[in-house]
């Protein structure tokens, strides 16, 4: 029978346990049913303790691994945390978020533990035994793995899932000790930019896209790029969104002309960029071109401005295309937006 234990830790609070541990734990319950095995939760943070209402009802057996020495983000302590987790729980099967903070631990933590961690997991199920599925070849290749090697260690993609709810009463967790390797790294502080000043937001509902019409000549002949920063800022405040951008304008930048001083080769969405997965797109003064529209495979609804009625997207790639210029269209929407809120 497997043994499945789920890893988490708490946020920056030090207390909750964030929206892609919980993930996580909901993968744990429905598997540990699906396949009969028995199901732990680990739980790694300075208050892990106070974490434990999150998970009542996932499982009888919660462990901890708590103290400051756990507080923040760093190699030693967590591995050492979580290979202690592991070998408390005698686990056989390892679900763990794919956040920053255990993504880069994991791996290492199988390697201790004589397993193997594959990783970018979106999905688990039970077939004839415990199968596993990922993306290839930038989401192009889905392939369903499984695998006979124990432990197995899976880092599941965030956003794949509905979060667990927790249901009637916690139970007392088991404090797990952990013996420190000697602790070189000390973390004295995050540098961060404000949370306004992100332009990728995964858990927003809307993407928006800007291609590079908005850096280009417009009708009067003239460049408008600190009008169309303002209007897309202004935009991305307005509805929550998140940005994204064709490759002609992150480009750009190399190459000397009229830039979005926001926009990095991050925001670029697209066959060399990024496929993001959002309930709605829009894409604005962008050509809608194949490379691009490759990227928009996981936006369920999307629509287009653009003042071409013949571009990419007219031509079945939205479900929506106001032929328009955006700038316009844009400016009046933000309108709208500051008087709803
Ligand atoms: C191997 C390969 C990989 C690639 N990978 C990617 C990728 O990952 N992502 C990607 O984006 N591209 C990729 N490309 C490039 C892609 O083919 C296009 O060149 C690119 O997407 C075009 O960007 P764009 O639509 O922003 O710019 P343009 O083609 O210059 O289009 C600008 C658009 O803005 C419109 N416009 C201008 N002013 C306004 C206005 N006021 N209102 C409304 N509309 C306006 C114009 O009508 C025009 O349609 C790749 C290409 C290759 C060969």
């Known amino acids: 029978m497997e043994k499945l234990l789920v890893l988490t830790h708490v946020d920056e609070s030090g207390s909750v346990l964030n929206k892609a541990s919980l993930e996580a734990v909901a993968a744990g319950v429905e598997m540990a049913q699906a396949l009969g095995a028995s199901l732990a939760i680990g739980i790694v943070g300075a208050k892990a303790d106070a974490a434990v209402p999150q998970v009542a009802g996932a499982s009888t057996r919660v462990l901890t691994v708590e103290g400051e020495a756990f507080a923040q983000p760093r ?40 397993g193997f961690a594959d990783t970018h997991i979106t999905a688990v199920t039970k077939g004839d035994k415990l199968e596993a ?23 599941l993609e965030a956003g794949t899932r509905t979060a667990y709810a927790a249901t009637g009463a916690a139970v007392a967790p088991e404090k797990v000790a952990v013996t420190l390797p000697e602790v070189r790294t000390n973390v004295t502080g995050v540098r961060a930019p404000k949370q306004d000043e992100q332009t990728i937001r995964p858990d927003a509902k809307l993407l928006f896209v800007a291609g590079a019409g908005w850096t280009k ?3 009067d002949g003239q460049v408008h790029a600190a009008e169309a920063e303002t209007l897309i800022l202004g935009f991305l405040r307005g509805a929550d ?12 930048s190399g190459e000397n002309q009229t830039v979005l001083k926001f926009m990095t080769h991050m925001n670029q969405i697209g066959q060399t960029g990024a496929t993001p997965r959002h309930a709605k797109g829009l894409s604005t003064c962008c050509h809608g071109e194949e490379p691009h529209v490759v990227g928009w ?11 071409d009625a013949n571009c990419g997207w007219a031509r079945g790639k939205a479900d929506v295309v106001y032929i328009a210029d955006a700038f316009k269209v844009i400016a009046k929407v933000n309108a709208l937006l500051a008087e709803s809120k």
């Open 241 to 252: 969104a998140s940005l994204g951008s064709s490759k002609s304008l992150v480009d750009q």
């Open 75 to 114: 190699y030693a302590s967590d591995a050492a945390a979580c290979e202690a987790l592991c070998r408390a729980a005698d686990a056989t099967v390892v679900f763990a978020p794919a956040t920053s903070r255990f993504a880069r631990v994991i791996p290492g933590v199988a390697y201790r533990m004589g």
């Open 217 to 219: 000549k417009q009708s």
């Open 297 to 307: 495979r996981f936006i369920n609804e999307r629509r287009a401005i653009n003042l």
């Open 133 to 155: 599925t990922r993306w290839f070849y930038r989401q192009r290749v889905e392939a369903v793995l499984s695998r006979e090697k124990r432990p197995w260690f899976l880092l």
